[in-house]
């Protein structure tokens, strides 16, 4: 299912770290984890000991460690290692303040540095679907101790985070597309500079070709956000170039370099959207996970159903006791 290269999502991710969130679905978890992924959650977490070992894959900037260790002071809770293919960066987080949990960046899940059945509980917040299946479940499988016991949330393909996903994409491809209004900004800011250096450019045919398309570009967008779920995004972009067109000067050196900076962290975003909704699973495919896992591990019992609350539905919840 991997549809990018590596070495781009690891660098898409990496920045999304780096800018401090502390979990990927901005939005549906901001209000804490009192819905039906917390209840999730505080499950899984209610029979650990200071004893156990927790694995947490794909991690980003570890929401899930950081619950867990909420729940229970810093001696008592159990030994968390924490793996992310991206280089993470949880601001939360100082090994002093936490001696129990170890972040691991540059990580994946297809190939874990640590023992054979290590760990009694192995964990994963919409981050195991985005594997390679088999080597990824393999690994799981042999750091898991005797009896340990695996839990995932992971993205559904009719969730509201994946509906809000795709309008997402769909504003993204919008913007970026050739013609679209990164490149209408691109074309119009040089002469915007030229006009703020005193130049008269009002007979000026390019000048003011570049400056209907830059006009054209925006009521595009803004036309097409209305028929969309996230409208609030193409506002946003429209609001930033026109900041970024505002603030060019006499050289527009600076503007450019930020329109090329926007016009990055909008890939970054549509790489990162375009991940999930490509590993959202759709009940099928969740069964079909079921299955694999229980063929892998024989006499394991698996079972995948969906997380829902007032919002609509969020995830899939799996879980496994192993053998
Ligand atoms: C949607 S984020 C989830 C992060 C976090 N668990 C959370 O709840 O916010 C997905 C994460 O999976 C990581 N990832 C993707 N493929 C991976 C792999 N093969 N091995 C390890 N991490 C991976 C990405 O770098 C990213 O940080």
């Known amino acids: 299912m991997q549809t990018v290269d590596e070495e781009a999502r690891r660098s898409a991710w990496s920045a999304y770290w780096a800018a401090g969130q502390l979990h990927s679905c901005v939005g549906s978890l901001d209000a804490g984890y009192g819905g039906a992924i917390g209840q999730f959650w505080a499950q899984q977490f209610r029979t650990l000991g200071a004893s156990d070992r927790v694995l947490d894959l794909a991690t980003g900037n570890g929401p899930l460690p950081r619950l867990l260790s909420s729940t229970r002071d810093a001696n008592d809770c159990p030994h968390v290692d924490a793996v992310d293919l991206a280089q ?42 985005y594997a390679h299946r088999e080597p990824a479940l393999r690994e799981c499988l042999r750091v898991l ?20 996903g795709r309008s997402e994409l769909a ?20 002469w915007f500079a030229r006009a703020r250096a005193g130049e008269d450019l009002r007979g000026h045919v390019v000048a003011n070709a570049s400056r209907s398309a830059y006009n054209a570009a925006i009521s ?34 600076p503007a450019l370099a930020a329109l090329s900076d926007y016009r990055q962290a909008l890939q970054a975003a549509r790489l990162r959207t375009a991940e999930m909704i490509d590993h959202a699973l759709d009940a099928s495919q969740a069964q079909a996970l079921v299955a694999q896992l229980e063929t892998l591990c024989a006499g394991a019992q698996a079972q995948c159903r969906p997380l829902s609350q007032a919002e609509g539905l969020l995830g899939w919840g799996m879980e496994m006791a192993g053998v």
């Not at 009896?147 to 992971?154: D, P």
């Not at 919008?174 to 800011?189: C, F, K, T």
């Open 88 to 129: 993470i960066a949880p601001a939360w987080y100082t090994p002093a303040d936490y001696p129990r949990i170890r972040f691991h960046s540059g990580v994946r899940m297809e190939s874990l540095p640590f023992p054979d059945g290590h760990f009694t509980l192995i964990v994963s917040q919409f981050g195991f679907e």
């Open 145 to 164: 101790a005797p009896g340990g016991r695996m839990a995932f949330v992971m993205h559904h393909a009719g969730s509201v985070l994946a509906k809000v």
């Open 171 to 190: 504003i993204h491809e919008r913007l970026l597309e050739a013609g679209g209004l990164l490149d209408a900004a691109s074309g119009v800011l040089p």
């Open 220 to 253: 595009e967008v803004t036309a097409y956000s209305r028929q969309l779920q996230a409208p609030d995004l193409a506002r946003e972009a429209v609001d930033q170039v026109h900041r970024i067109i505002g603030s060019a000067a006499a050289d527009p050196g």
